[in-house]
């Protein structure tokens, strides 16, 4: 398979027109279908720390099959689902090609691509914003509607009690949608990250912070301009099995919050850690956790997801 599509044993790569037939070729050879998207993993890993229907995932799919197999999955995780529909796009897919330890992941984004600010500004959508108290947003995202981000920021720095957290999803974000994200930070109440992306945000910003290290490119994240000064930003940065590196606007020094290593044999897929890191984290700022409670909750939501395949969480479930 890696030889047929050109791919490479360890990757991630956005489909080209030589890719399309991986996807039926992928159906028909032994495989698992695994609901994905990195904010749509989140969402899920959120509602399944939260109350009941205290998730809503806002999206695009296309009319098709997989579009219902999304909508059962996140049926299945209790997370409600308002999706747009494109009537041009088939739905997202992303292809694994797994060999040993190896994982070559091949996106095709297709309806991901497509979704439009009407859909966010529709009178049933903008109300179910409107009553929303937490807004998450993936870096992707900034890749397809920006507009739309801006208004879920906007929305939420008007409102003081309401809270906006941004995850920086990828080095090529930082890199190459380096305006778009730099529009959205004076809104960051959070930023969530791994430690490429950080080192990609830092390398892109050029200046001082090139080349610094995570906590110090933490600290000059939390210290950028904010709209709502009401609410110290928070910069939380993951490093796979090394420490949780937190700042917070206007400390000193960072809180660092070492990971709890799982046994070699008890991990099986290690894709979506920080999806899933997210979901819990979030979880806990939404229960009104400390911040070191929260940050606990996203290792702990982040263990479990290692253990299964994908971005999956265990059935039935388990509680923190
Ligand atoms: P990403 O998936 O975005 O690269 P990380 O690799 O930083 O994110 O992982 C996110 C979190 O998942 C880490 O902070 C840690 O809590 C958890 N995690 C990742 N890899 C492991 C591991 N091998 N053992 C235990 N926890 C892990
Ligand atoms: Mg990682
Ligand atoms: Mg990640």
């Given at each position: 398979m890696l030889q047929k599509y050109s791919l490479k044993p360890n990757d991630a790569i956005l489909a080209e027109e030589s890719h399309m037939p991986l996807y039926d070729d992928l159906l028909s050879r032994k495989h698992a279908l695994i609901a994905g998207g990195a904010a749509q993993n989140t969402a899920r890993g959120a509602q399944y720390i939260l109350p009941a229907d205290s998730v809503l995932y806002i999206g695009c799919v296309g009319q098709d099959e997989y579009a219902e197999k999304l909508r059962s999955a996140c049926?299945?995780?209790?997370?409600?689902?308002?999706?747009?529909?494109?009537?041009?796009?088939?739905?997202?897919?992303?292809?694994?090609?797994?060999?040993?330890?190896?994982?070559?992941?091949?996106?095709?984004?297709?309806?991901?691509?497509?979704?439009?600010?009407?859909?966010?500004?529709?009178?049933?959508?903008?109300?179910?914003?409107?009553?929303?108290?937490?807004?998450?947003?993936?870096?992707?995202?900034?890749?397809?509607?920006?507009?739309?981000?801006?208004?879920?920021?906007?929305?939420?720095?008007?409102?003081?009690?309401?809270?906006?957290?941004?995850?920086?999803?990828?080095?090529?974000?930082?890199?190459?949608?380096?305006?778009?994200?730099?529009?959205?930070?004076?809104?960051?109440?959070?930023?969530?990250?791994?430690?490429?992306?950080?080192?990609?945000?830092?390398?892109?910003?050029?200046?001082?912070?090139?080349?610094?290290?995570?906590?110090?490119?933490?600290?000059?994240?939390?210290?950028?301009?904010?709209?709502?000064?009401?609410?110290?930003?928070?910069?939380?940065?993951?490093?796979?099995?090394e420490s949780t590196v937190v700042a917070v606007q206007g400390e000193e020094k960072v809180r660092e919050y070492p990971v709890r290593t799982i046994a070699k044999e008890e991990i099986y897929d290690t894709n979506g850690a920080g999806d899933a890191f997210a979901g819990g984290f979030v979880a806990g700022i939404v229960e009104g956790k400390s911040l070191e409670e929260s940050v606990d909750m996203g290792q702990w939501l982040a263990r479990l997801s290692i253990k299964e395949l994908g971005p999956q969480f265990p059935s039935p479930k388990q509680t923190y």
């Open positions: 049926a299945a995780a209790g997370l409600r689902v308002e999706y747009r529909v494109d009537d041009t796009q088939p739905t997202g897919r992303c292809g694994v090609v797994i060999t040993g330890n190896n994982r070559s992941l091949c996106t095709h984004l297709a309806a991901a691509n497509e979704y439009k600010m009407e859909h966010l500004k529709s009178p049933k959508i903008w109300d179910l914003v409107q009553k929303a108290k937490f807004y998450y947003v993936g870096g992707f995202h900034l890749t397809v509607c920006v507009p739309a981000v801006m208004a879920l920021a906007e929305e939420a720095a008007a409102h003081p009690d309401k809270v906006f957290v941004m995850n920086l999803s990828a080095p090529f974000i930082a890199q190459f949608f380096k305006q778009q994200l730099e529009d959205t930070s004076p809104y960051w109440d959070y930023v969530i990250g791994n430690e490429t992306e950080a080192a990609a945000w830092a390398e892109a910003q050029g200046g001082d912070v090139k080349g610094k290290s995570v906590p110090e490119i933490a600290m000059h994240m939390a210290g950028l301009k904010k709209v709502n000064e009401g609410r110290k930003r928070t910069v939380v940065i993951t490093q796979g099995t």
